[in-house]
């Protein structure tokens, strides 16, 4: 996620919630694996990963393997979705948190559980993330290690995550927000304090891209960040690496724009900016993703929802419309379960279900961009 380390404000939480009380009634329609490959579009009464298979793409959800024991909760993932993304699971601090000298130094737990419920369902399974600034272990932050070293590190975390996850996670955000507002690189530990290898600008990037090749030649590598969605300095230094590395065989294959919003981004030019930005990546021949979508409100009244549910449309629309876009996906999918409320104090109501499980004027908005 971003900067401002909103996801890692819901990782401190998650694992201290316990089991939610069940809401809602079990919805009873399940697509198959298998895409409809005929017209006309599905009725309203289908799901959101019906109409999408219609339009081949997929709609998803970050989703955490603690709430699968709810049953509205796993319900609803394995019903309206056709892809799962773990909201943290497989981040390093999570995935790797002890010392490679310790006899068990990962924790597949969470991944694994996410993985069998994604087959068990017909989801396929996006991985997030291998190399980002935040929720690094302890141990690596604090073991002074020199460049070579850490190196070595990563490396081995790559190789092992990615080839325990081989043919079960189709693509990976392998890195995740390297570049500051204004274009410039990050400083990080595994770019600059000490770095994984000698040389500025994007060699690091292009190294770890190579690794994940390596580990998994069939996956799909993107590169994930937020605030990339208009025409801006951040976006204008993505592209840059994005056409010298398709231009040098460097094992790109997307761009993930994380879009999360609030109202404001409901303008006109802001729209335009988006969608001029998605054809241009589209045009160096790579797939595009929308991959954390949420929008959050200041209070949950009819009309915020109306208009919330108008933005989630457009944004759908754009994707629909960008046939390099193949993905939509919100991070989560209710507000009882959102990252909202704990980082941006007195915002939320950011999902397409409420904190009940009850739809929102933002689902059937998605629900009809995909259909009409």
């Known amino acids: 996620m971003f900067q401002h380390t909103p996801k890692v404000e819901f990782v401190r939480s998650v694992w201290r919630r316990a089991t939610v009380p069940v809401f809602l009634c079990v919805i009873a329609l399940q697509s198959g694996a298998a895409s409809p490959q005929s017209e006309p579009i599905p009725p309203a009464t289908v799901t959101l990963r019906q109409a999408a298979a219609v339009r081949k793409i997929n709609i998803g959800a970050a989703a955490a393997s603690p709430y699968l024991t709810d ?9 309206e979705f056709s892809q799962l993304q773990a909201e943290n699971e497989m981040k390093f601090g999570v995935i790797h ?6 006899p068990n130094p990962y924790d597949f737990r969470g991944a694994d559980a996410l993985v069998s419920f994604a087959q068990s369902h ?3 399974v996006r991985g997030h993330t291998l190399v980002w600034h935040n929720q690094v272990s302890s141990w690596v932050k604090e073991g002074k290690y020199s460049a070579p070293q850490l190196a070595k590190i990563l490396h081995d975390h790559i190789e092992t995550v990615m080839r325990r996850y081989a043919s079960k996670v189709y693509a990976w955000d392998v890195v995740n927000e390297a570049f500051n507002d204004d274009g410039t690189m990050r400083h990080t530990i595994w770019f600059d304090q000490p770095g994984i290898i000698a040389g500025a600008g994007t060699q690091y990037i292009e190294q770890v891209f190579r690794w994940a090749h390596e580990a998994d030649p069939s996956a799909k590598l993107f590169y994930n960040d937020y605030d990339a969605e208009e025409m801006n300095k951040k976006s204008d230094a993505i592209y840059a690496m994005a056409k010298d590395f398709k231009k ?3 094992p790109l294959d997307g761009i993930g724009f994380q879009a999360h919003v609030s109202l404001k981004f409901d303008d006109p030019a802001k729209l335009a900016s988006f969608a001029a930005n998605l054809e241009r990546f589209a045009k160096l021949g790579l797939e595009l993703h929308i991959t954390e979508l949420d929008i959050r409100l200041i209070d949950s009244n009819p009309a915020s929802l109306t208009a919330q549910a108008k933005l989630y449309g457009e944004v759908t629309t754009l994707c629909v419309q960008q046939p390099a ?19 941006y104090k007195g915002q939320g109501w950011a999902l397409l279900w409420d904190d009940k499980y009850q739809k929102k004027p933002a689902y059937e908005a998605v629900h009809d961009a995909l259909a009409k």
Do not use: E
């Open 71 to 79: 049953a509205d909760y796993a319900t609803i993932l394995r019903t």
């Open 97 to 102: 948190p002890r010392s490679d000298a310790d």
């Open 122 to 124: 017909n989801m396929v």
């Open 248 to 250: 040098r065989g460097v």
């Open 325 to 343: 876009c193949k993905l939509v996906q919100t991070w989560g999918f209710t507000d009882k379960h959102s990252w909202i409320p704990g980082f």
